[in-house]
């Protein structure tokens, strides 16, 4: 089992930049692919990014890319989304989330995750 705890979230204006992080404990953090998630009021979770256990391997919602980098330390046990040209839509409660597994590869959808944090709330005012 992993315990996962986000951080990095706030406030910040249109065009602004911040970087979460979400820190692990428990089992090896190398053994999970790990994702960033998100869901604003009203809304459905939505999937952001994704790494493999690696970190060879990285995927990204359409609206993300070139704008989201997603990145891992496994000798820290962190788990990185660093975010820019930040926009009012992208307000949201961003949670972590983490799938041990033996494959090197990515996976988007939330039901393929086991363990979530509890997520950090960025808000970007316009």
């Known amino acids: 089992q992993v315990q996962l705890v986000e951080s990095g979230g706030g406030l910040v204006q249109a065009g602004g930049s911040l970087r979460l992080s979400c820190a692990a404990s428990?089992?090896?953090?190398?053994?999970?692919?790990m994702g960033w998630f998100r869901q604003a009021p009203g809304k459905e979770r939505e999937f952001v990014a994704s790494?493999?256990?690696?970190?060879?391997?990285?995927n990204y919602a359409d609206s993300m890319k070139g704008r989201f980098t997603i990145s891992r330390d496994n000798a820290k046990n962190l788990l990185y989304l660093v975010m820019n040209s930040l926009k009012p839509e992208d307000t949201a409660v961003y949670c972590c989330?983490?799938?041990?597994?033996?494959?090197?590869?990515?996976?988007?959808?939330?039901?393929?995750?086991?363990?979530w944090g509890q997520g950090t709330q960025v808000t970007v005012s316009s």
């Open positions: 428990g089992r090896t953090f190398s053994s999970y692919a």
């Open positions: 989330a983490a799938r041990e597994t033996i494959v090197d590869t990515v996976f988007t959808l939330p039901n393929r995750y086991a363990y």
């Open positions: 790494i493999s256990r690696s970190g060879a391997s990285t």
